[in-house]
T-cell receptor, first 117, second 116 residues
Framework: AQKVTQAQTEISVVEKEDVTLDCVYE???????LFWYKQPPSGELVFLIR??????QNEISGRYSWNFQKSTSSFNFTITASQVMDSAVYFC??????????????FGKGTKLTVNP | DVKVTQSSRYLVKRTGEKVFLECVQD?????MFWYRQDPGLGLRLIYF???????EKGDIPEGYSVSREKKERFSLILESASTNQTSMYLC????FGAGGGNQPQHFGDGTRLSIL
C-alpha cells in the first residue's frame, strides 16, 4: 500500500533560518500526485502545492520551494528565511488509486514547525 | 470564493447518540473525503466518495457511515457515538487528474467533536 513518511516529528528554528521538511513516499502507481498542506494553530488545512508525478521540475513560490526527486521518492519542502508566522504543522500527502479505480489521499503524520523570534 | 463548508466548528454530544456531520462544497468536485485527526496520528481516512451515491471505506470506517445524495454534500454519520470518537473531523473536496489543474484542493475548517 502507499505510504508517506515524514520522519521529522518536530522542528524548532530561529527566525530567518532556512528549514527543510522531508517527505518520502512509497507507491506502486506510475501516475500519482503529491501535495503539501499547512495547518496553522487555528486548525484549518491550507493547500500549498500539488505536483504531478511526471513533472519533476522544482518549484519556487516566494520563500517556499519544493524539490521533487523520483529517484529517491522524495518531495521535500524548504522555507527560506523562516518567519514566526510559518509556525504550523505541515503535511505531505500522496494520491493513491483504489481497487475501485477512484483516488484517495494518503497523508504523512505531519511535521510540527516552530519558528522562534 | 470557492470553499468547503462544515456545518459546525464545535459539537458536543452524548454517548449513544446518532451524530451527523455535514460537509458542502461549491467546486463541483467529484471526490469528497472525511478524515479524523488525532494528536500523533495525523490524518486518517474514514470514508470517501468519488461520485453521487458512491462510497468507499477508508482506513478506519468502523463506527461510521456516510451519505452522498447530492454531488455537493457529503455527510458523516456516527451511528452510536462513543467517547473514542472524540476528535477533530475534517472534510475535503478534491479533483484529481488533468481536470485538477491549478485548482486548489480544499479542506473545510474542521469540526471538533466531543463525546461525553
Amino acid at each position: 500500500a502507499q505510504k508517506v513518511t515524514q520522519a521529522q516529528t518536530e522542528i524548532s528554528v530561529v527566525e530567518k533560518e532556512d528549514v527543510t521538511l522531508d517527505c518520502v513516499y512509497e507507491t506502486r502507481d506510475t501516475t500519482y500526485y503529491l501535495f503539501w498542506y499547512k495547518q496553522p494553530p487555528s486548525g484549518e488545512l491550507v493547500f500549498l502545492i500539488r505536483r504531478n508525478s511526471f513533472d519533476e521540475q522544482n518549484e519556487i513560490s516566494g520563500r517556499y520551494s519544493w524539490n521533487f526527486q523520483k529517484s529517491t521518492s522524495s518531495f521535500n519542502f524548504t522555507i527560506t528565511a523562516s518567519q514566526v508566522m510559518d509556525s504550523a504543522v505541515y503535511f505531505c500527502a500522496l494520491s493513491e488509486l483504489t481497487q475501485g479505480g477512484s483516488e484517495k489521499l494518503v497523508f504523512g503524520k505531519g511535521t510540527k514547525l516552530t519558528v522562534n523570534p | 470564493d470557492v470553499k468547503v463548508t462544515q456545518s459546525s466548528r464545535y459539537l458536543v454530544k452524548r454517548t449513544g447518540e446518532k451524530v451527523f456531520l455535514e460537509c458542502v462544497q461549491d467546486m463541483d468536485h467529484e471526490n469528497m473525503f472525511w478524515y479524523r485527526q488525532d494528536p500523533g496520528l495525523g490524518l486518517r481516512l474514514i470514508y470517501f466518495s468519488y461520485d453521487v451515491k458512491m462510497k468507499e471505506k477508508g482506513d478506519i470506517p468502523e463506527g461510521y457511515s456516510v451519505s452522498r445524495e447530492k454531488k455537493e454534500r457529503f455527510s458523516l454519520i456516527l451511528e452510536s457515538a462513543s467517547t473514542n470518537q472524540t476528535s477533530m473531523y475534517l472534510c475535503a473536496s478534491i479533483r484529481f487528474g488533468a481536470g485538477g489543474g491549478n485548482q486548489p484542493q480544499h479542506f473545510g475548517d474542521g469540526t471538533r467533536l466531543s463525546i461525553l
